[in-house]
């Protein structure tokens, strides 16, 4: 049976992780300080015969016992609200975290497989994306922290394949959408339908126009699942091609949840990318992999998780206390 240590297991992409590689026969240890991670993400599998749970923090040194075949390295805040919040917990995650989990993987003569993100394009200045596209980033900006911490993520992970041969992977992970993303982590999808399910005015920053483009976490995983078994080292967006501006997602959100509220326009926040969108080409010919859920069937899906709230749950403003955290 082939093992595989899941880091940020309790997390939203991660938890996703866990139950696929446990469906496809493999031993999971998920690993994950809770900062931002939910044990709730996770308890369904604590009766699994293969599945283990480490309470740990990834930037301190790292040791599981016995064999390792593949290492999945999710740790990190990843929505703007939590990096914001704990920026210098962001960028030791992305650099003392991955710099242990690298070690560890070479030790191990494990394939690691990291996640890397469509922030390390920063505001792009090319549309779509390519993975040859070297970003336009503001490292001293607010939102550095986390677009920095990738990028030397990405730099470390590189630099032990080419001089110490170890087995790597790049995934580039754009807007993920799906059943357990946190209600108030400040992303826009549980921002909407939160504020929709409270009837709330719909909050859109900018004059809308910004773009994204949502792709479905079973389709995220599909991909993931097929690079990390592919022979192919460097980095591979991940990510729904299917653009859509703010605005019209906003009208888009109230149609699905049949509420009536209006929206409101508020400042663009600093370095907010006004266009993101992948260009999956390597992910077609390479992995032979392209999003399957359209949004309409996605968001059907997500909207049904976001019901299952409690009105309490709903009402709840602060997600996280990271006053622990805070160093």
């Given amino acids: 049976m082939k093992r595989i240590l899941i880091t940020g297991a309790a997390g939203f992409l991660g938890s996703h992780l866990c139950d696929r590689f446990l469906a496809e026969g493999y031993h999971v240890m998920g690993m994950d300080n809770l900062i931002t991670g939910d044990l709730k993400n996770i308890e369904h599998l604590f009766g699994e015969a293969h599945f283990e749970f480490y309470h740990h923090d990834v930037t301190k040194f790292v040791h599981v016992p016995g064999n390792l075949d593949y290492i999945l390295h999710f740790a990190s805040p990843a929505s703007p609200i939590d990096y914001l919040k704990i920026p210098i917990q962001t960028l030791k995650v992305g650099s003392l975290g991955t710099h242990n989990l690298l070690g560890l993987a070479r030790v191990k003569k494990a394939r690691i497989l990291i996640a890397s993100t469509s922030e390390v394009y ?146 663009l926040p600093i370095n907010d990318p006004l266009q993101r969108c992948p260009d999956i080409t390597k992910a077609k010919n390479i992995l032979g992999w392209s999003p399957k859920i359209d949004r309409a069937e996605g968001m059907k899906r997500t909207l049904a998780h976001f019901k299952s709230f409690t009105k309490e749950d709903l009402a709840r403003e602060e997600h996280k206390d990271f006053s622990n955290y805070i160093y």
Avoid: W
């Avoid at 986390?146 to 807007?175: C, P, W």
């Avoid at 400040?186 to 920053?205: H, N, S, Y």
């Fill in 122 to 267: 920063g505001d792009p200045l090319v549309h779509p994306q390519t993975e040859e596209y070297y970003g336009n980033v503001n490292s001293i900006g607010p939102r550095g922290v986390y677009d920095e911490a990738k990028r030397f993520q990405e730099s470390i992970t590189m630099a032990y394949h080419t001089f110490h041969g170890l087995e790597t992977r790049i995934v580039r992970i754009f807007n993920t959408y799906g059943p357990r993303m946190r209600l108030n982590d400040g992303r826009v999808i549980p921002a909407f339908i939160g504020q929709a399910l409270r009837g709330e005015d719909l909050t859109v920053f900018g004059d809308g126009n910004q773009t994204r483009s949502f792709c479905y976490v079973d389709d995220q995983v599909e991909g993931i699942y097929r690079l990390l078994l592919s022979d192919y080292t460097l980095p591979v967006n991940i990510g729904n091609p299917d653009e859509i501006t703010i605005l019209d997602f906003a009208k888009e959100i109230i149609r699905l949840t049949n509420s009536e509220q209006k929206i409101i326009f508020k400042d």
